[in-house]
């Protein structure tokens, strides 16, 4: 039975692999920097899995910087060719990729959760060292309803850590049911939510999936 891995997990693929992709995918060895990617010890990201992606094989993704096209390729692995995997970098390890400007509004994120980790431009910058971060960059996060000892108030006060931020804050409040979209349990409209588990999206009461109930 093939592992499920989460969403958002980096993982790195072994050079053989990368190079028989490199082979099928001819298009994609055109371009240097995806052609030596798993050379240079770059990681891919798990995604949720298309309808096209064949059975028992881990679905990736690879955004690639503005500067080679800002495209975002699909590529699937077998387990097999997978030779590390580990959660996104937390947010206190990436900061130092960070634009100064954002140095106030991260220390303020990491006083709320120490444990919120990062994804998209920043963690991609800092894993990569290649120029992700660009004047229209989100700042994309990730917080474990685990690491927060009021959980109920954590869409609260991320709002209001968000209002005074000179970057867009974006990301999803992670519990044991899967992510929701932070904005979505900071609202008071509507009672139910938009879950995203590894392979399927369900909805959940807010107060169900805030206390760590599965669907």
Known sequence: MVEV???????????????????????LAKEPVIEGWA????PLVVRRPGCSDTAGT???????????GKR?????????????????????????AAPSAWRTTIDRLLELCPETRTF????WEYLTGLPYLSQGSDLDLLWPVSAVRQANTLPSRIAEIAQQAPVRLDGEIVAAAGGVQ???????????????GPTVVHT????????????
């Not at 993704?61 to 080679?68: K, Q, S, V, Y």
């Not at 998209?120 to 963690?123: K, M, W, Y």
């Open 5 to 27: 891995l989460e969403r958002h997990t980096m993982v790195k693929a072994s050079i053989a692999a990368w190079n028989a992709v490199m082979i099928q995918h001819h298009e």
């Open 204 to 215: 959940m009461t807010k107060a169900a999936f805030l206390g760590g109930l599965l669907p």
């Open 120 to 123: 998209g431009s920043l963690a």
């Open 39 to 42: 050379r240079a010890g770059h």
């Open 72 to 96: 975002r390729i699909a590529i699937v692995l077998a387990p097999r060719e997978i030779i590390e995997h580990k959660p996104p970098p937390l947010l206190a390890e990436a900061a130092a």
């Open 182 to 196: 932070w904005r979505e349990l900071a609202g008071d409209d509507d009672d139910e939510v938009l879950v995203k």
């Open 58 to 68: 881990i679905p990736l993704g690879l955004p690639l910087p503005p500067a080679h």
